[in-house]
């Protein structure tokens, strides 16, 4: 049964609204096929990503502490890989 992911009103009324070319799909990728994941502060999950359509940037997106409730996301450009 695939995940139902969801999205805070933070995200959907600020998040999207500040930055309309985000997409959700974009986000749900990055949490099912992440190259890092860091556990945040405050009950949250750091997922970072490469998106092709933003011209192979890292995007970065924070769930709650279930990883299934999208809270925030953002092209991360001091993205380092630590491995």
Known sequence: MPTVYK?????ENQVLSKRAY???EWCIEVIEN????????????RFWGKIDQLDGKILRVITLDDKV?????????RYKDEN
């Open 22 to 24: 985000l997409k959700k």
């Open 7 to 11: 999205f805070t009103p933070y995200f």
């Open 34 to 45: 992440p190259i890092r994941i860091e556990k945040q502060e405050e009950n949250r999950y």
């Open 69 to 77: 409730t999208i809270h925030n996301a953002f092209p991360d450009r």
